[in-house]
């Protein structure tokens, strides 16, 4: 069971990017994933979701309006579109499952906590 992020990198204030969340071994129609992010000397914070039921979302209130999760079953990905990019966006961005049951702002199916390896996001001129 993994998740595997890509789609990091450096880029210019308002700029953008479209991170992707790939799936094995676990649909991610099933779950409900959340992207999280690790700015250097801060705490993760959850920054989006979506659920598997209706795909509805959540943004944190620094992101709504500038980034937009997707998913793609046929791929078994998901993804982050990020617009507008600022140098505060800059972080370690992270992609996980929300197990059923787990307090979280969407919710799925499946029972699995898994997490990605992480890709860095830079945002600087």
């Known amino acids: 069971v993994q998740l595997v992020e890509s789609g990091g990198g450096l880029v210019q204030p308002g700029g953008s990017l479209r991170l992707s969340c790939a799936a094995s071994?676990?649909?991610?129609?099933?779950?409900?994933i959340a992207w999280f992010r690790q700015a250097p000397g801060k705490e993760r914070e959850e920054i989006s979701c979506?659920?598997?039921?209706?795909?509805?979302?959540y943004y944190t209130d620094s992101v709504k309006g500038r980034f937009t999760i997707s998913r793609d079953n046929a791929k078994n990905t998901v993804y982050l579109q990020m617009n507008s990019l600022k140098p505060e966006d800059t972080a370690v961005y992270y992609c996980?499952?929300?197990?059923?049951?787990?307090?979280?702002?969407?919710?799925?199916?499946?029972?699995?906590?898994?997490w990605g390896q992480g890709t860095l996001v830079t945002v600087s001129s």
């Open positions: 979506i659920s598997s039921s209706y795909s509805s979302t």
């Open positions: 996980a499952t929300l197990p059923f049951g787990s307090v979280a702002h969407c919710s799925g199916y499946g029972e699995l906590e898994v």
């Open positions: 071994e676990i649909s991610v129609d099933y779950y409900a």
